[in-house]
């Protein structure tokens, strides 16, 4: 099957242009914070490129009901580009040019109802040739330097100083192999946040290389932003250059291809506690299990979003050495106190289902090339009393309230 990907010199105009971008936008913009990392000049950059030219670019926009302003920009034109160029992106593809068969969810008896849309589909959608991307708000800037703390954690010690709060999961993990594909469905909700500065998201990640030299992750899930819940990906390329994550723009080199889903819109419907759940299906693969390749996402049974170029990556355009699956928290212990944050549906992993949040249908491909349930995978749950998890092979329970007169009280 021939590659639906074209290189070279067709994308040399665009890199140009985003070359005389990236040198004539100012990297100083005041009261943003943060000024002397990279994540801050990015976010900078974000932000400056979406003042500028979003406006110029934007084929037609979709207000949505939850006042995000979504802009439809041409594929072309989308933020990838102007940092991919830095990045060496060498190709750009339409499509994969290989769908791993086994890994759909047809196969998945997921109910007609189960289907997650996002809210600014009430007012239409994007036309052939663009993506949807969510423009940038004041709060945003405000939010940037909070998350901007969640990409720039270097190392895992950083998570037992207070500085940009303590960073608590309930995971699973596979690691001891080569990893080419995961799939999982994660089921939706809205964890209450304590305070501004936190986070609560479910995720799948993807590592691959060893920290601090040639570390890159990619990950994807939900998570809680401005009291939205919102669609994410984010992309770590090394120690020194991590991002934030919750829309496109801060989530430069996945390039995307969807017109239907903009990354950093509201996702609608979520589960309703012991009542009607719904889910959402992730599936990321690279696309040759020989060689470099591109990691692809698909999200839903239909949505494929996009990919992320091999050229950005160092060990993990060959494969990935880890998969993790479940929820993570920043929790900024205010007053000394563990915080009343939520992960997942805030509710403890033994209430089961409808009541606690879950992964299920988890399968992986290693290097064996077989796909399988991951077998001899772990679990990570460093504050068990205030968030835990419970681990069932090919399906698991997640998450936890936070603060709690009953056990987390730390
Ligand atoms: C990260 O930055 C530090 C300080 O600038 C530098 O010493 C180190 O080599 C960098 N690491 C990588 C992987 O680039
Ligand atoms: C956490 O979940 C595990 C099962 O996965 C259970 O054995 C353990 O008791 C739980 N811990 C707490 C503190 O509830």
């Known amino acids: 099957m021939a590659s639906p990907c074209v290189s070279g010199r067709r994308w040399s105009r665009i890199v140009k242009r985003t070359l005389f971008l990236y040198f004539l936008i100012p990297m100083a913009a005041a009261g943003i914070g ?38 439809c920009v041409h594929i072309k034109n989308q933020p990838a580009f102007d ?33 997650i849309t996002q809210l600014w589909h009430l007012n239409g959608r ?4 663009t993506i949807p991307i969510r423009r940038t708000k004041e709060e945003d800037l405000l939010r940037a330097s ?31 192999d080569k990893y080419y594909r995961t799939k999982a469905t994660i089921n939706s909700w809205k964890p209450q946040i304590q305070e501004q500065d936190e986070l609560s998201l479910s995720k799948l990640l993807i590592l691959g290389g060893v920290a601090p030299k040639d570390l890159n992750t990619i990950e994807a899930g939900w998570m809680v932003c401005f009291l939205k819940i919102v669609f994410y990906s984010c992309l770590q390329k090394d120690a020194n250059q991590t991002m934030g994550c919750y829309n496109l723009l801060c989530s430069p080199g996945f390039v995307q291809i969807n017109k ?14 012991a009542a009607t759940q719904y889910e959402l299906n992730f599936l990321v693969w690279k696309q040759d299990i020989k060689g470099r390749g591109d ?4 999200v839903g049974n239909k949505y494929l979003m996009g990919y992320w170029p091999a050229s950005l990556f160092v060990s993990l355009s060959e494969s990935a050495s880890q998969f993790q699956w479940g929820g993570k928290v920043i929790n900024q212990q205010k007053n000394r106190q563990h915080t009343s944050t939520q992960m997942g549906s805030g509710h403890f992993p033994e209430e089961g289902f409808s009541r606690a949040s879950y992964f299920k249908n988890l399968q992986i491909v290693d290097g064996s ?22 681990n069932f092979v090919n399906y698991f329970y997640y998450g936890g309230p936070g603060r709690n007169q009953w056990r987390c009280h730390i």
């Not at 994007?126 to 040739?129: F, R, S």
């Not at 709060?165 to 699973?172: D, K, R, S, T, Y």
């Open 34 to 71: 943060n000024t002397n990392t990279i994540v801050g000049q990015k976010q900078k950059l974000d932000i400056q490129w979406q003042l500028k030219h979003l406006n110029k670019l934007t084929l037609l926009n979709r207000s949505s009901p939850d006042g995000d302003i979504i802009d």
């Open 369 to 390: 090339n077989i796909l399988r349930f991951p077998k001899r995978s772990f679990i990570v749950a460093e504050k068990p009393n205030c968030y835990n998890v419970t």
């Open 83 to 115: 940092y991919s160029f830095r990045w060496r992106l060498q190709k750009f593809c339409l499509g994969p040019s290989f769908h791993p068969k086994g890994l759909s969810f047809d196969d998945v008896s997921s109910k007609p109802e189960s289907l």
């Open 126 to 129: 994007c036309p052939e040739g």
């Open 260 to 273: 239907e889903i903009a990354l950093g819109g509201s996702l609608n419907p979520l589960s309703v506690y």
């Open 146 to 176: 909070s998350v901007a703390s969640y990409g720039r954690k270097k190392h895992p010690q950083s998570d037992t100083t207070n500085k940009g709060g303590f960073h608590e999961h309930a995971l699973i993990v596979v690691t001891g």
């Open 295 to 298: 990691w692809w996402m698909q």
